[in-house]
């Protein structure tokens, strides 16, 4: 099972849904390094279910039990390990499911390749839930950068037909990021997060569901972080991302429209400014050949629209092998993207983090 990840940190999260806790086991944290505990919190707190109007019922209160690589709130540098409790399990809402897989989501594959004795309840370990460690490490990640100078932020670029404004790709401001949390959905154009509101609540009205993109940004990091071939900033990001349920593509820069430019249209030129070499636009999205350039890196990922949901559909019944209608009860989240831009900036985070250990043994 591939729930690992890294190549200079070491990265592991266990747990189901609707199992006694979920949790992560990270190697490679700097001894001697104080965390914000608040701060973490508050990150994994942007996440947590049941917080909003727009959000799934299900309310957990994702605190952290830290059972190794603490000693007085410092980082020891030895494995740190952490457990979040899940409190709020309501397995009978599942239990048709066991039998009638969900269109869109992961019971037919999971009951394919674990068979019956698999914990499917809730989509188990390939649940939405899995990403509250994801967010405990990128929180932990985020702030080892901070100290470097380097930050990550995102916002709501679209949420169904409701489209947000990009971030401006050659000026992104880290103050920025801060501003985006105080809003309700954090969008860059406050009229456009009213629009994806009464999206998203219309939807759930006609017990239907939506998806849409968040677009991340890492500002400050220098230029020279990644490899080519299998190692570039690209792959480890994607790689990251990818292990965030219900996301469908990630593009960086141009990404697919750049597809349809001619050459001299879509490369940045290179320039010198306040004596550093800089382009003119950032359609490259801050990595060429897998490497960073020093310009703001920059991507966006597409969610699909949440699997479950009221509205019947077609599915069948795994042990009678025949045609059936479902309607799927339960909490969910009538889109998951309002919760899922700190599993964005989390796996940004870590990717990052991991190139930059690499790159500082150059240095
Ligand atoms: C934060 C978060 C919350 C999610 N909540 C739900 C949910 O309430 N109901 C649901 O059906 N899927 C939810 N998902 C998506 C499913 O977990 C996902 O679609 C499913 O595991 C299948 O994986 P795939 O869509 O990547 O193929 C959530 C995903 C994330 C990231």
Known sequence: MGSSFGKNISLSIFGESHGPSIGLVLEGLPAGFRPDWRLVDAFLQRRAPGRGELATPRREADSIEILSGVKEGVLCG????????????????????????????????????????????????????????????????????????????????????????????LQVNPADFAALLSRPLPVLDEAAGDEMAWQIAAAAAAGDSLGGVVECAVTGLPAGLGDPIFDGMENRISQLIFAIPAVKGVEFGNGFAAAGLTGSANNDDFIIAAGQIRTAANRHGGILGGITSGMPLIFRAAFKPTPSIAKEQGSVSLSRREQVRLQVEGRHDPCIV????????????????????????YL
């Open 78 to 169: 030895t494995p740190f390990a952490a457990i979040i409790r899940n409190t709020n399990v309501r397995r009978e809402d599942y239990q048709r499911l066991n039998d009638i897989p969900r269109p869109g989501h992961s019971d037919y594959t999971s009951w394919v390749k674990y068979g019956p004795a698999a914990e499917r309840s809730g989509g188990g370990h390939a649940s939405g839930r899995l990403t509250a460690p994801l967010c405990l490490a990128g929180a932990l990640c985020l702030q080892i950068l901070a100290e470097q100078g380097i930050a990550v932020g995102s916002h709501i670029e679209r949420i169904g037909q409701a489209e947000d404004r990009r971030f401006s790709p």
């Open 338 to 361: 309002p919760r899922a831009l700190p599993c964005v900036e989390a796996a940004a985070a870590i990717a990052v983090y991991d190139a930059w250990l690499e790159q500082k043994k």
